[in-house]
């Protein structure tokens, strides 16, 4: 008796609840169908979550399964809510939902978009729910061969998502809150050399000025 309720206490420590949901993206992209799947495993002794998200890559033409991305973000706050994950996606490739609103830097769970202006799609998918300025991204550039491969620069160093892109310079530009009475600026410029993003100014604005 006493072995049996030592191992039942001991399956209870371990146990965990999973969760999540699917969805499939077939208007985000010109040359991909995505399916997203969340899963947040919860457990029943400490109440911490544990979330990984997988990415299911689709070639429009083919209908071949291209890729699979994995990402593990942040336990804290609810990335993937009540259908978030779902509805909460923007493409500037084909216009779903680029005019919707942003709130507090916030531009949805999963984006498609240029990110280095090579006039091929990539990925935006956040990964923190984030403080004042706002929740951060993941970036996955689409390399020449249709692959997306992580940018750790963007991920690491611009972390939210840009407020404004700018084709003719090849700039992006974030604005987050600083503090109570300011704005942050924060412009990248695409390194030709290399490919790839660096930061190349930062500034301060007053809240009226934004």
């Given amino acids: 008796m006493t072995y049996k309720l030592t191992a039942l206490l001991t399956l209870m420590i371990i146990v965990k609840l999973s969760y999540g949901q699917t969805c499939s993206h077939n208007d985000l992209s010109t040359k991909f169908d995505f399916r997203t799947t969340f899963r947040r495993l919860k457990s029943i002794t400490t109440g911490y979550d ?11 033409l083919t209908k071949k399964h291209t890729q699979t991305i994995t990402l593990i ?3 804290d706050g609810d990335i993937f809510s009540d259908g978030d994950g779902c509805n909460s996606v923007r493409s500037y490739t084909t216009g779903k939902n680029v005019n919707a609103q942003s709130t507090d830097g916030d531009y949805g769970v999963f984006i498609i978009a240029d990110f280095n202006f090579d006039s091929k799609e990539d990925i ?3 990964n923190d729910v984030g403080g004042n300025s706002g929740p951060t991204y993941t970036y996955y550039i689409q390399n020449k061969n249709g692959q997306f491969l992580i940018d750790s620069y963007l991920t690491d160093n611009m972390e939210f998502f840009p407020t404004f892109f700018n084709k003719k310079k090849r700039t992006l530009t974030t604005v987050v809150f600083a503090d109570v009475a300011h ?4 412009t990248f410029k695409l390194n030709t050399l290399n490919n790839s993003c660096i930061k190349t100014g930062h500034r301060f604005l007053e809240m009226k000025d934004k």
């Fill in 73 to 75: 973000p942040s336990a």
């Fill in 124 to 126: 935006a998918v956040k």
């Fill in 183 to 186: 704005l942050g600026e924060t």
């Fill in 50 to 60: 544990s979330c990984i998200i997988s990415i299911n890559i689709v070639d429009k």
